[in-house]
């Protein structure tokens, strides 16, 4: 199946969705998830970490306020740039490189831990991204990753972009990656998970309108789609998102307190 679907421009289109925008103003909101899930890793100050497809670098920066050795890898350079202005900014140590996440420019076994925050789940083959974050993490070394579910508000929005831009045909949803039983059968026995947590991170805005502008606005591939729409369509699309906010939102005072599941995990390489 995987052998009829055109991996290679589906991430080229991914790239340029990513490239569109300005996604850390909404990636930046998102640092606690990093935080907490470095946490979760037991990072260790001189450890090796690689964040793979990293975006601005919330995991490297995690890592690195602990002293970790931290390299954030992705295929958007524009990203890595305002990563690295971050970095500087804050005077942590991070390297940034370019790199796709179904084939991490880093030899076998280089990493202590090897992290994503929402963001592997978004290469098109998964099975290789798996395969990849195995092959960079040493024997008895941890994967940690945060992964959007399906169901939770997240898998919603997807849902609710996919009735405007259906997905390539056979390609997976990326919150499966938020479920216990895809990486089960992504990683097999290659990896024993000893930490599934459910965790939800809630997305705060004035309104749901202001949700709605804030990721037609900087969120790459739904800025992207936004361009290609008419007047008329573009006006539709802004209310389909500022429902999904009303949707989920549990604030009673007109603002957005908008909780979205995501699954943590946290998992042992076997020599």
């Not at 969705?17 to 001189?46: C, F, K, M």
């Not at 994503?116 to 978004?122: C, D, I, L, N, P």
């Not at 599934?196 to 900087?218: D, I, N």
């Amino acid at each position: 199946m995987t052998g009829t679907i055109d991996f290679e421009t589906i991430k080229k289109n991914q790239r340029a969705g990513w490239e569109t925008g300005d996604y850390p103003r909404v990636g930046n909101t998102l640092q606690i998830i990093a935080e907490l899930l470095v946490e979760a890793a037991d990072v260790r100050a001189g450890q090796t970490v690689l964040d793979v497809a990293c975006g601005q670098g919330n995991a490297a920066m995690a890592a690195a306020r602990r002293f970790a050795e931290a390299t954030g890898v992705d295929y958007a350079t524009n990203l890595l740039e305002q990563g690295r202005d971050r970095a500087a900014a804050e005077h942590l140590d991070v390297t940034f490189q370019e790199g796709d996440a179904e084939a991490l420019p880093v030899p076998d076994q280089a990493f202590d831990l090897v992290v994503s925050t929402v963001g592997v789940m978004f290469a098109p083959n998964h099975q290789r991204a798996a395969d990849e974050l195995v092959r960079v993490t040493k024997p008895g070394g941890r994967i940690a990753l945060a992964c959007w579910t399906p169901t939770g508000m997240i898998g919603d929005l997807f849902k609710t972009v996919g009735k405007w831009a259906p997905p390539p045909a056979g390609v997976r949803p990326p919150t499966l990656w938020g479920t216990s039983e895809h990486l089960a059968s992504l990683f097999g026995d290659r990896v024993e998970w000893t930490a599934l947590t459910g965790r939800t991170y809630t997305f705060r805005y004035h309104s749901p309108a202001h949700f709605s502008e804030w990721f037609r606005q900087f969120y790459g591939p739904i800025t992207r789609l936004a361009g290609t729409l008419s007047d008329e369509d573009r006006e539709r699309f802004a209310i389909d998102l500022a429902e999904v906010a009303v949707r989920f939102n549990r604030a009673s005072d007109g603002t957005v307190a908008a909780p979205a599941d995501y699954l943590e995990s946290v998992g042992v390489v076997r020599g």
